[in-house]
């Protein structure tokens, strides 16, 4: 047991340091969010008695305080130079003849090559003293780049002293460590949904949003961000002999530092062609994008005897894929009204196939985008999915005017209510104010609804319409007074349907309490923020209670959100309809946690969910799962224990039968978890 007060601080930061690892790194956490919590508290409340006892790689210490006025330039030691790229196979060819020729190989010897996925992020750099993170730095161009030290401080991947898991491995006296800065897919339909709401312009892909948080004066902001990272290089070294890059990355990893786990040591140019193919029909698997494949020479005496140009290093070349595009015609120029009273045009299309999928519609974005593209009713335009996710025009093609393609005009009201539009000064949206604005209510209550809320299976958007037009629904607390003899005067809703929906209302009334503060549609509040909330607020009551700074103490909730949550729960409308939902049934509590369930056949396993399950929807199988103390991963990998796949699995099922991972059908899943 520790002895003094900074010998606890000390147990407490060495002890958050190893599950900061094991959740953010590893991906095998092993201990609950909770329990994370209060070591992090217990820490912070020692840290404010006894100050003097802080130290700069404390966990307290990710987040700074007061927001920079601008960032300082940092000189690189090492030149962050560029990479030259290729395109074909026969260029990769091309390129391995050349280091054969250049390095005075035999044209027929094979060399290694080390190739890893080429992460659409944002490359930064991390130096380290005695262990320590010291600074870090974008990559600017290349000789000198900006210090974002205190945004890359809230990247929980990021360690701030390296702490060997191999304690044999010697933490060298100064290492700078290169990588790549990127944001996961789900965060960023999390964060453009958040900006939409908040009516701020959304950012065109995920390396967008990366480049953005970390230019981002105020590193608080940037922590709710939920940046990764991807370390992928050594940029310089003292006290360390690596003779290969793979023997980089091996040191890199045994530092505590992610490394992407797609990185393959190939021993010819054909084996890095087919892994580089292999990847290019397979990046679709991934939730995080990547434009490419980066192919390195491994042996690091070679890459001193090869050198660099005066603009890249001549022992790695990029393989770049090509973006999938489409070409179809934009039929109309529609206005949807968001729950907040947003107004986004969006594109009605011929339907399309784009990246697997059939495309019909694509977001504008905004009145502005529309200007600067030209963009017209009749207009052939080019598709591309934004991140591979969102699709969106990238350009018009003039060249296929006709003269009857007609130029949108911005509306000066509403297309729901006709009220008057406004925008302020400082935003691209046009907003709707009114708050009684049918397509507002149509929208607040479909979010209600939806599957990430209170999941009320059956109340589509066709039947919210019916509801609302007919007066039966006039905010989603009237949900809970629906009668069935008002349900089966609707168009399409037998006796059987009413039934089952005036059920699946009933059942909605016992979801746990994060997922009622997700539905009431909270400005940049979602299902994970919801979560937190819940974590520290056991009831609503408390949360609508709670002051702002309360909230900007809880770790990932900044000064907007804390704002945007006092403002909703001080609106006189808002807690008149939840007291109408407190009336109608509807739980405010935070469920009592299921106990774990000493289950070998879940206890400490993995799971990845793929497909469509028939009774379990995605959320309530991930619960299920962690109820048990089981793990849920997005990924299948040689650690995965369960591939739970559903109907239509995709991708992930053929990865899980290469990997030999026990695959479970729907049944199987029930006795396994029974």
């Known amino acids: 047991m520790p002895s003094t007060i900074k010998e606890k601080i000390k147990q407490l930061c060495d002890t958050i340091r190893y599950h900061d690892r094991k959740y953010y790194v590893e991906n095998n956490p092993e201990i609950t969010d909770y329990d994370y919590d209060q070591l992090l508290k217990e820490l912070q409340r020692l840290e404010k008695l006894h100050p003097e006892f802080i130290t700069p790689d404390s966990p307290t210490q990710r987040v700074g305080g007061e927001p920079l006025t601008q960032f300082p330039t940092i000189e690189h030691r090492v030149p962050m130079l560029s990479i030259d790229n290729t395109y074909s196979d026969e260029e990769l060819r091309e390129f391995d003849q050349r280091i054969k020729r250049m390095a005075d190989i035999d044209l027929h010897h094979d060399i290694e090559y080390v190739v890893e996925l080429k992460i659409d992020g944002v490359a930064i750099t991390l130096w380290y003293e005695n262990g320590l993170f010291v600074r870090g730095a974008t990559r600017g161009d290349g000789f000198k780049g900006d210090d974002v030290s205190a945004n890359l401080r809230t990247i929980r991947q990021i360690p701030l002293k390296l702490e060997p898991v191999d304690k044999k491995l010697k933490v060298p006296s100064s290492i700078e460590i290169r990588g790549e800065i990127y944001l996961p897919n789900k965060e960023f339909q999390r964060l453009n949904e958040e900006r939409e709401e908040s009516g701020e312009p959304q950012f065109a892909n995920p390396r967008n949003a990366a480049a953005g948080s970390l230019k981002l004066l105020d590193s608080r902001i940037t922590a709710q961000r939920r940046l990764c990272l991807f370390a992928y290089a050594i940029g310089y070294f003292e006290g360390i002999e690596p003779m290969t890059h793979i023997q980089c990355l091996e040191l890199i990893r045994g530092f505590g530092l992610p490394v992407n786990p797609h990185t ?277 009551e408390k949360l609508a209670n709670a002051a702002q700074e309360e909230l900007e103490s809880i770790y990932e909730i900044g000064p907007v959100v804390a704002k945007s949550i006092v403002e909703f729960f001080q609106n006189e409308h808002i807690r008149e309809i939840i007291e109408k939902l407190k009336t109608g049934g509807v739980n405010t509590r935070k469920l009592e946690t299921q106990k774990l369930v000493k289950n070998p056949k879940v206890s400490g396993k993995s799971f990845v969910l793929t497909g469509t399950l028939q009774k379990y929807t995605r959320k309530d199988a991930e619960t299920l799962i962690k109820s048990l103390g089981g793990r849920v991963l997005s990924s299948v990998s040689k650690k995965t224990d369960y591939l739970v796949a559903g109907e239509d699995p995709g991708s992930k099922l053929d990865k899980a039968k290469e990997l030999n991972v026990h695959v479970l059908d729907e049944a199987a899943f029930e006795r396994v978890t029974g």
Not at 323 to 351: C, D, H, R, S, W
Not at 418 to 445: F, G, M, S, T
Not at 495 to 501: D, P, T, W
């Open 264 to 540: 393959r040591l190939c021993k010819h140019i054909e084996d890095v062609i087919h892994y580089c193919n292999e990847w290019d029909k397979r990046r679709a698997e991934l939730d995080y994008m990547v434009d490419g494949m980066v192919v390195k020479v491994n042996s690091l005496v070679l890459h001193n005897q090869l050198g660099v140009t005066s603009k890249s290093p001549r022992w790695v070349i990029s393989f770049k894929f090509q973006p999938e595009q489409a070409i179809t015609k934009i039929e109309e120029i529609v206005v949807q009204v968001g729950k907040t009273g947003t107004l986004t045009p969006v594109a009605n299309l011929t339907p399309v196939l784009l990246a697997g999928t059939t495309v019909s519609r694509a977001t504008l974005h905004n009145f502005d985008e529309i200007r600067r593209k030209d963009i017209r009713e009749g207009d052939h335009v080019v598709l591309q999915k934004a991140g591979e996710i969102i699709p969106q025009v990238i350009s018009v093609l003039k060249e296929k005017r006709k003269g009857t393609e007609t130029p949108f005009t911005e509306p000066a009201v509403c297309p729901e209510c006709k009220e008057k539009v406004v925008r302020n000064d400082k935003e691209v949206y046009l907003r709707c104010h009114n708050p009684l604005c049918q397509a507002q209510v149509k929208r607040r209550i479909q979010y209600f609804a939806g599957r990430d809320a209170m999941d009320i299976e059956g109340m589509g958007p066709a039947l919210v319409e019916q509801l609302v037009d007919k007066g039966f629904v006039k905010d989603y607390s009237d949900i809970y007074y629906l009668k069935y003899d008002d349900l089966v005067t609707l168009e399409r809703m037998g006796e059987k349907s009413s039934q089952n929906l005036i059920h699946a209302i009933e059942e909605s009334k016992r979801r746990d309490l994060d997922r009622l503060i997700c539905a009431l549609g909270i400005p940049n509040v979602g299902s994970h923020t919801a979560e937190v909330l819940a974590g520290r607020f056991d009831t609503l």
